[in-house]
Nanobody, 115 residues
Framework: VQLVESGGGLVQPGGSLRLSCAASGFTFSRYGIVWYRQAPGKGRELVAVISADGDSTNYRDSVKGRFTISRDNTKNTVYLQMNSLKPEDTAVYLC?????????WGQGTQVTVSS
């Protein structure tokens, strides 16, 4: 099982980024995927969740209306479109899935929102 995040970077407040989480080693279309983030000195927090078929999504309150999670099961990839970014969105963003009773994590991608 492998989850590989990409798409992070430095962006000004109000800007946008699209993160990707590319999966391999398991039947991707059978599992939900979660995006988490961890800022320096803070705990890991759930950002957005998407169901296996993509029909159900959920978001933490602070990103509702700004972030959109989606998936393409033909490409084994989950996306996190982030708009209207704020400095408080600065964090390492990681994707996660719980497969056969075990959690799997990617290595993370850094998002920095700063002028």
């Amino acid at each position: 099982v492998q989850l590989v995040e990409s798409g992070g970077g430095l962006v000004q407040p109000g800007g946008s980024l699209r993160l990707s989480c590319a999966a391999s080693g398991f039947t991707f279309s059978r599992y939900g995927i979660v995006w988490y983030r961890q800022a320096p000195g803070k705990g890991r927090e759930l950002v957005a969740v998407i169901s296996a078929d993509g029909d159900s999504t959920n978001y933490r309150d602070s990103v509702k209306g700004r972030f959109t999670i989606s998936r393409d099961n033909t490409k084994n990839t989950v996306y996190l479109q982030m708009n209207s970014l704020k400095p408080e969105d600065t964090a390492v963003y990681l994707c996660n899935s719980f497969i056969a009773g075990s959690p799997y994590w990617g290595q993370g991608t850094q998002v920095t929102v700063s002028s």
